[in-house]
């Protein structure tokens, strides 16, 4: 049978807000047997004593309006979502635009580059030039740099990416690995042949 005895806390301080200040304390004896040890500096284990009486604390019957208020106060406050308003010392907002020259040689993995591609216009608003216009252009821009990402390549020329992946596809060779891994740069046969391209 189980064996239970009631006692009472009383909190000594009275600036507690909303914090009950009165306590059930409901004893129990019948619960798994436990004892208190020590060790001491030389690192033995003595058996203190043994644990003969359990206590569960509870707000006490008195307290319950306060502790209904004290949970409504803390839910209350982990809904509120704080908000911090930061004033840029750059307001131009130039750390945000890509750099004339720098495009195409920030590594496609890079958070640079992850924060430029949602400022791209869609390729709904991209208009397609004339594919050979398009290749001779490409030609250019692969004189420029060995290597390329699309991502790049559509800012560049502002070309649809389906369309670019057409003309890439035919006249690109696409690097899966090593260090330009995800760029593509000219087959060797247009690598030869640029300047003549050009000429015609």
């Known amino acids: 049978m189980l064996l239970q005895r009631q006692f009472k806390m009383e909190l000594a301080q009275t600036n507690t807000g909303n914090t009950p200040k ?16 020590s060790e001491s500096n030389q690192g033995k284990l003595s ?36 908000r911090q308003v930061q004033v ?17 040689l920030i590594p496609s993995g890079s958070k640079e580059k992850k924060k430029q591609a949602p400022a791209k216009p869609s390729d709904v608003k991209r208009t397609r030039r004339d594919r050979t216009e398009m ?24 070309q649809p990416e389906q369309f670019l992946k057409e003309i890439l596809n035919d006249l690109c060779v696409y690097n899966k690995r090593g260090p330009n891994q995800g760029t593509h740069e000219l087959k060797p046969e247009y690598k030869k042949s640029t300047g003549d391209t050009d000429a015609a």
């Open 47 to 82: 058996c203190e004593g043994k644990v003969e009486h359990k206590f569960d604390m509870e707000p006490h019957s008195d307290n319950l309006a306060n502790y209904g208020k004290l949970c409504r106060e803390r839910t209350q406050k982990y809904m509120v979502k704080s």
């Open 135 to 158: 290749e001779n252009i490409i030609f250019k821009l692969f004189e420029r740099q060995p290597n390329w990402a699309l991502k790049a390549l559509v800012q560049e020329t502002d």
């Open 88 to 104: 840029l010392d750059n307001d131009h907002g130039m750390s945000m635009r890509p750099m004339p020259g720098l495009v195409g």
């Open 22 to 37: 009165s306590y059930s304390l409901n004893m129990f004896k019948d619960f798994v047997p436990m004892c208190v040890f």
